[in-house]
Structures are given as C-alpha cells and as structure tokens.
C-alpha cells in the first residue's frame, strides 16, 4: 500500500525542530518519486547548505534553477551558493540576470555588493548597498553592510551616519553600536568609544571583540592594569586567540612577571608551534630566570623560523659557548615594540611617570650654548626625547628597530629623518658629523656597550657630546634583570667612557619611571668627546 509523501512545509518543520536527518530522508523521497519538484530541490539545497555542504547545496539549487528560471528568491540562492564556493563571476552573473528582470528585488543588490565587498571593490558595494536601500528604506542589513564598505573606504563619518541611520530604525541593532564604537576608536575618539564599548560589555559581557577593543581602548589611554584585565577576559571567552595570548605574554614581560609571561607565551605556541616572535621572546623570559637551557632550546626554534637572522645566531653561538647574553635579541625588541607603539607614550606617560626625556635635557641643559646642533636620537622609539630635543637642534635624525615606533614618530612630524636600522649596525657606518647623541632608554636592551661607545666615539664630531641613561647595577658589568632589560654598573661605564676618550661632565642617579609602583634608578651620564691631542 503506498503512503502519502510529507509535504515540503511538514519537512521543513522537521528541520527546523533539529530531526535533520529524517528531514533530509523525507526531501531526498519526494525528489526521488519527482525529480522535477521545485520546491522539494529548492529546500535540499538550503538544507545542505546550513551543514555546510556548498557543493551539494550548488547542485541542488541549480537544478531547481534551470527548471524556474524565474524565480528570483531561488536564483539569489544559488548565487550565495556559488559564492560560497568562491565561483563569484558565475554568482554575479545570475545576480546581475535576476536584477534585469527584477530591478525593484532589493535583496539581489545586496548580495551582489556581498560579492564586491568580498573582491575588495569597495565603490561598487557601495553602489550595490545604495541600490538595495532605494528599493527597501528598512533593509538592514543593507544598512549594516554599506556602513562596512564606507568603512574599507575610510569614509569614516558616512559609514557613522549610516550606522545611526540603522538605529533609528531599529534600536536594539547590536551590530549596529558596536561598528560604531569602533568608528569612534578608528577617528582616536578613545574616551568615547570606550563609553561605547562599555555599554555594550554590560549587555554582552562575553563578546570576545567588545572585550579586545576595551582592553585597546585602555592601553590607549595609558591604563594598563584595566586594559591587562580586559585581555584576561578575552582569554578566557577565547583561549585560541594566538595575538590576545600574545599580547598578555608581553603585558606580564613588561611587568617582570616572568613565570606569567612564560605561561602566555607557551600558550600561544600550543596555538600556533611556528610563531616565531612567542619563541624568540622566551628565550629572553628563560634567561631573566637563569634557565639559559630553556632559553637556548626556544632561541633554535626561533633560528629554525629565520634561519637568515644573523643577530640571532649570535645569541645562540654565546649561549652554546656558555657566555652570557651580550644584548637583547633583535627580534625580541622589534616584536616588544612594535605591539606597544600605539600606546607607548600613554603608558610611560601617564602610568610609570615616565621621567627620561626631562632628565637627559636637564643634565645637557649647562652644556648648551645658542648654537643648533646636529642630533642623532638613537632608538628614538615615538620620539618622546625628540621633542625636547627639536629646539636645540637644526637637523635631528632618529633611528629605531621598531617600524611602528618609528610610524608614531613620523606623525608628530619632530624628525627630519628617521631610519629603520638596529643602532650598533647604523652606527657602523657614519661618519664624525654629529654634534650631539643621545641613547635615553636604549642601551637597556644592550649589555656589552663596548661596541656602540666605540661606533659613537667615531661617530662623534671633536668635542661632541653623547648622552645616556642606563639601569643601575651593583655587582655585575651588566645583567639582565627579570623584565628583560639590562641593567650596568657605573664603574663599567666608566671604563668604557676612558677607554673611548670621553671625559665625564656630569653623572647623576635619578628615578627613571616606575616598575611595579615603585621607583626605578637609573644613571644618566653627560660626556664629551676629548680631542686627539688632550692628554689622559
């Protein structure tokens, strides 16, 4: 006895209530007993699709598609399928045929300005976007993704205008406060965006973007310990997250929490083995600790990711020869930087009382005649010393290993010049023309100073001055403390000054900024270069 086929409404029920398979057994009958049923094609096309299955789901939906070729819901679909499976000429196509014979069909225009956006055609989604809101004044998603397009075009105030404009149209739109939020952070309105994001955390407190953005806005604005717990947050919603794990990594190294950093670090490599800057910098976090065996094992990891880092194979080379770190890995201090340039001089500013550049223009202050000098800033980092040292100079050029830093710097247009460089490797190759260097918080990242006193000495006009600041040490030349900064010894300095032909013109000690609230000591010594022909 033959039993009535379910029709395609009890089918789609069955999907919808979570009996996927007995759905997709029932559709898969009807289409056996007719091939040629639109609607039964139609609804197992988007049934796979939802698993996930373009190809199928393609299949499905075309075949229904050269049945009805006028069906525009079900010609939209296939073109969302072929997207899917990156055919997006063929899924323009049929958009582009639908519109033809339907041009008041609201949702091909937005589709096809899906498409656009996904090629990077900005200016066409736009246009797409626009098309689909003429035809349907409450399309949001129109609205929605025409605020993203403007966006990728930096049209900044139209995509908040449209985005508003959702919101006027429905209030509730999440999506819609959030894109604006971050529109505020992308035009450096941090305060309000920071509102913004705020609000949002207290309706959605486990949104893993809402999270990252809060602990950006307070990096911005120099509030490290909120931006940490917010970092903390977005851990634990998301704990696959390599760049979140990484940052807590460098926040905990900054802090000389070394066993915390260590434990970040490691969980960036369980998400990605190969990440070439987690091993580099706990090959410095183990040698903070002493463990020069682990620190050697993750510095031959980072070899094996840059096999042509010649800096780095020089660690390695000391570390196997059972010598001590001579300076701090180019690598770790490009990746150290570059992740903290955007909020470099808030957090050393606002947070650790950041006291360098005041005390280095203090100590050279007695020296200085009316005179404009020729400068060189080296690891000039945002150039916080660049803007003390810009009225005493009549050219000041800046070198850092750090492309980011370097990016903020260019900014406050201070530089007559800036150059990409490692300091001891710039140095190499200048000539006796500067009137004055000055190394303010560089030389931390540095700990035998023979060869940059020498390349400074060289690099030096007669009578030249150079100025530096260093962390204090009382029983070693040099060692490399817990937060992966060495720290010198003034009777080192000193030798090196003599041996280098510097005469000593001042030298004081001073707190430099705070670590862990409390104040950190450093030296800043003023030397002169002594001419050839002076005796000692």
Same mark, same amino acid.
């Given at each position: 006895?033959?039993t009535?086929?379910?029709?395609?409404?009890?089918?789609e029920a069955?999907?919808?209530?979570?009996?996927?398979a007995?759905?997709?057994g029932?559709?898969?009958?009807?289409?056996?007993?007719?091939?040629?049923?639109?609607?039964?094609?139609?609804?197992?096309?988007l049934?796979?699709a939802?698993?996930?299955?373009w190809?199928?789901?393609?299949?499905?939906?075309?075949? &229904?598609?050269? @049945?009805?070729?006028d069906?525009?819901?079900?010609a939209l $679909?296939? !073109?969302? *399928?072929?997207?899917?499976? =990156? /055919?997006l000429a063929? &899924?323009?196509? @049929?958009?582009?045929?639908v519109?033809?014979?339907?041009? $008041?069909? !609201?949702? *091909?225009?937005?589709?096809? =300005? /899906?498409?656009?956006?996904?090629?990077q055609?900005?200016?066409?989604?736009?246009?797409?976007?626009?098309?689909?809101i003429?035809?349907?004044?409450?399309?949001?998603?129109?609205?929605?993704?025409?605020?993203?397009?403007?966006?990728?075009l930096?049209?900044?105030?139209?995509?908040?205008?449209?985005?508003?404009?959702?919101?006027?149209i429905?209030?509730?739109?999440?999506?819609a406060?959030?894109?604006?939020?971050?529109?505020?952070?992308?035009?450096?309105?941090?305060?309000?965006?920071?509102?913004?994001?705020?609000?949002?955390?207290?309706?959605?407190?486990?949104h893993?973007?809402?999270?990252?953005?809060l602990a950006?806005?307070?990096?911005?604005?120099?509030?490290?310990?909120?931006?940490?717990?917010h970092?903390?947050?977005?851990?634990?919603?998301?704990?696959?997250?390599?760049?979140?794990?990484?940052?807590?990594?460098?926040?905990?190294?900054?802090?000389?929490?070394?066993?915390e950093?260590?434990?970040?670090?490691?969980?960036?490599?369980?998400?990605?083995?190969?990440?070439?800057?987690?091993?580099n910098?706990?090959?410095?976090?183990?040698l903070?600790?002493?463990?020069?065996?682990?620190?050697?094992?993750?510095?031959c990891?980072?070899?094996?990711?840059?096999?042509?880092?010649?800096a780095?194979?020089?660690?390695?080379?000391?570390?196997?020869a059972?010598?001590?770190?001579?300076?701090?890995?180019?690598?770790?201090?490009?990746?150290?930087?570059?992740?903290?340039a955007?909020?470099?001089?808030?957090?050393?500013?606002?947070?650790?009382?950041?006291?360098?550049?005041?005390?280095i223009?203090?100590?050279?202050?007695?020296?200085?005649?009316?005179?404009?000098?020729?400068?060189?800033?080296?690891?000039?980092?945002?150039?916080?010393?660049?803007?003390?040292?810009k009225?005493?100079?009549?050219?000041?050029?800046?070198?850092?290993?750090a492309?980011?830093?370097?990016a903020?710097?260019r900014?406050?247009?201070?530089?007559?010049e800036?150059?990409l460089?490692?300091i001891?490797e710039?140095?190499?190759?200048?000539?006796a023309?500067?009137?004055?260097?000055?190394?303010g918080?560089v030389l931390?990242?540095?700990?035998?100073?023979?060869?940059?006193?020498?390349?400074?000495?060289?690099?030096?006009?007669?009578h030249?001055?150079?100025?530096?600041?260093?962390?204090?040490?009382?029983?070693?030349?040099?060692?490399?403390?817990?937060?992966?900064?060495?720290?010198?010894?003034?009777?080192?300095?000193?030798?090196?000054?003599?041996?280098?032909r510097?005469?000593?013109?001042?030298?004081?000690?001073?707190?430099?900024?705070?670590?862990r609230?409390?104040?950190?000591?450093?030296?800043?010594?003023v030397?002169?270069?002594?001419?050839?022909?002076?005796?000692?």
């Open positions: 006895m033959n009535l086929l379910p029709e395609i409404a009890d089918i069955l999907f919808l209530s979570g009996k996927v007995e759905a997709k029932a559709c898969l009958a009807l289409i056996e007993n007719n091939p040629h049923e639109i609607n039964a094609l139609h609804l197992m096309g049934m796979v939802e698993e996930g299955d190809q199928s789901a393609t299949a499905y939906l075309r075949k &229904a598609n050269r @049945i009805e070729r069906n525009p819901m079900l $679909h296939l !073109a969302s *399928a072929l997207k899917a499976t =990156g /055919a063929a &899924a323009k196509a @049929i958009l582009t045929e519109i033809d014979a339907n041009p $008041h069909f !609201a949702p *091909a225009y937005n589709n096809l =300005g /899906a498409i656009y956006f996904s090629e055609q900005w200016n066409d989604a736009v246009a797409a976007y626009h098309a689909a003429d035809e349907r004044p409450d399309y949001l998603d129109a609205y929605y993704n025409l605020g993203l397009a403007l966006t990728k930096g049209r900044h105030e139209e995509a908040l205008n449209v985005y508003q404009a959702l919101l006027q429905a209030g509730e739109h999440v999506g406060s959030f894109q604006i939020a971050c529109l505020l952070m992308l035009q450096k309105k941090i305060e309000e965006a920071l509102q913004s994001f705020l609000q949002l955390e207290t309706q959605y407190p486990f893993f973007e809402t999270q990252t953005n950006t806005c307070y990096l911005y604005l120099g509030q490290f310990s909120e931006a940490k717990l970092y903390l947050k977005a851990n634990e919603i998301n704990s696959a997250d390599e760049q979140v794990a990484y940052n807590l990594g460098v926040m905990n190294m900054q802090q000389g929490l070394l066993d950093a260590i434990s970040f670090y490691l969980q960036v490599l369980k998400i990605n083995p190969y990440a070439f800057a987690a091993h910098n706990l090959g410095v976090a183990y903070a600790k002493r463990n020069t065996a682990a620190a050697l094992m993750h510095f990891a980072a070899s094996k990711l840059e096999p042509a880092n010649e780095l194979s020089h660690v390695i080379a000391m570390l196997s059972k010598k001590g770190l001579a300076f701090a890995p180019i690598g770790y201090v490009r990746s150290l930087f570059d992740s903290y955007g909020h470099y001089d808030a957090h050393l500013q606002s947070v650790l009382n950041y006291n360098v550049p005041n005390l223009f203090a100590a050279l202050n007695p020296f200085l005649t009316d005179e404009r000098l020729l400068v060189l800033d080296l690891g000039c980092g945002t150039g916080l010393c660049g803007e003390r040292l009225s005493i100079s009549h050219k000041l050029v800046g070198v850092d290993v492309e980011k830093m370097l903020v710097a900014q406050k247009l201070i530089y007559d800036l150059i460089a490692d001891t710039f140095l190499s190759d200048q000539s023309s500067y009137d004055l260097i000055v190394a918080d931390v990242y540095v700990g035998d100073l023979s060869a940059i006193f020498a390349a400074v000495a060289r690099t030096l006009k007669p030249g001055y150079f100025v530096l600041t260093t962390e204090q040490s009382v029983m070693e030349d040099y060692y490399l403390g817990p937060t992966g900064r060495f720290a010198h010894q003034k009777t080192y300095i000193d030798r090196l000054a003599d041996k280098n510097f005469e000593v013109l001042q030298y004081h000690v001073a707190p430099l900024r705070k670590e609230d409390e104040p950190l000591m450093g030296q800043i010594y030397l002169q270069k002594r001419s050839l022909l002076a005796s000692g």
